[in-house]
């Protein structure tokens, strides 16, 4: 999981920690699905989703993880802290 600045969640809470997992990785991939979920401290989860990585970032992310998380932050508004 990765700690972010808190967001707070109206009727649900306040999310501190981010977690993503691409779907599948096929060999060629032009375009990726990533899930990804918003949680709290004690690990309830608050929102969740989908995002969808095509083109020119697709060819960006080699085997640096840090691209993903840094490109889906920002894709989502959160920052790492």
Known sequence: MIRIEDVLVPTRGVGCRFDIQVQ???MYATTLHFNWTLTSEVGAV???GTLTMSGIDVEGWHNDDTYVIDWALA???F???
């Open 75 to 77: 894709q989502l508004g």
């Open 24 to 26: 599948m990785f096929p």
């Open 79 to 81: 920052i790492k802290v």
């Open 46 to 48: 608050l929102l969740d």
